[in-house]
């Protein structure tokens, strides 16, 4: 059957990518829904990571062309301005262009034989007897029907497919903006800064990365109120952060929300694992 695979991973981001790409070194079947035309648009992080974390997965060094940055510590900001600092002899950071790395994680499941579906959304799951079935649907308008053994949701937090499955969302969710910047003053090239302050990022924090070319990633999380008007706020008036970026431009900007209420109870029901 063309519409049938042993395995259906809902999502091309890096955690379904990563998946797809383990299954298809085993020699099965898998296919990816991804319901954006192009792999790693729209970006959903600063795409800050620890390198400690990347060699456990085989990733790094990654290549140079999506490799921004690494750092070999941070400097942390109070809400008044004063600050300490960490330093490590060795980078234990790196920062990556999203878009570049989550292409290239499906590139990789790709070679190793995974199938792509872009421009696909997956609407909901029907459980059969031996199998799952999946009700999909192009951006034309038009729905078909997919068929497979297991599905592994990937979806990231819309947690739409883990709902209708039956299985309890994360509770906690913090609202993120993150905005590439130019035009910015004093900073350290190989640290990331970390502010504090629920003035600017309320139950949560703002960070500043710095890229090798001068830009940097400016951005923050926060429990309540808009993302991007609180934004605006710490470029502005926090007392260390204005001083390097009260006269950044931004280039771009993207929002996201990411869960902080740890693992969920239940991660998996009959032919279904988030």
């Known amino acids: ?75 942390i900001y109070s809400p008044k301005g004063s600050s300490f600092s960490v330093r490590f002899p060795s980078p234990v950071t790196c920062a990556v262009n999203r878009a570049l790395f989550d292409k290239h994680l499906s590139q990789l499941a790709e070679k190793a034989g995974a199938r792509y579906l872009l421009g696909v959304k997956v609407e909901r799951l029907i459980h059969r007897k031996e199998f799952v079935e999946v009700i999909a649907s192009k951006r034309t308008g038009e729905t078909f029907r997919f068929f497979g053994k297991i599905v592994v949701d990937a979806e990231g937090v819309a947690c739409k497919i883990l709902r209708q499955m039956g299985l309890t969302p994360p509770k906690t969710m913090f609202y993120c903006v993150n905005a590439e910047v130019e035009n910015v003053r004093d900073i350290e090239p190989d640290r990331v800064e970390v502010f504090l302050g629920n003035m600017y990022a309320p139950g949560f924090y703002a960070w500043l990365i710095p890229r090798k070319d001068g830009t940097a990633k400016v951005g923050l999380g926060t429990r309540v109120g808009n993302p991007r008007t609180l934004l605006k706020r710490f470029m502005k008036k926090h007392p260390a952060a204005s001083l390097k970026l009260g006269h950044a431009k931004i280039l771009r900007e993207n929002f996201h929300s990411i869960p902080l209420s740890g693992p969920i109870k239940k991660a998996y029901t009959d032919g279904f694992i988030a």
């Open 1 to 75: 059957m063309e519409n049938f695979s042993e395995v259906i991973v809902i999502g091309g981001g890096p955690s379904g990518s990563f998946c797809a790409l383990n299954i298809a070194e085993k020699d099965v079947n898998v296919i990816v829904f991804e319901e954006h035309d192009k792999i790693g648009f729209p970006c959903h992080c600063a795409g800050h990571l620890s390198i400690k974390g990347l060699e456990s997965l085989g990733f790094y060094p990654p290549p140079e062309n999506f490799l921004e940055n690494v750092f070999y510590g941070a400097r």
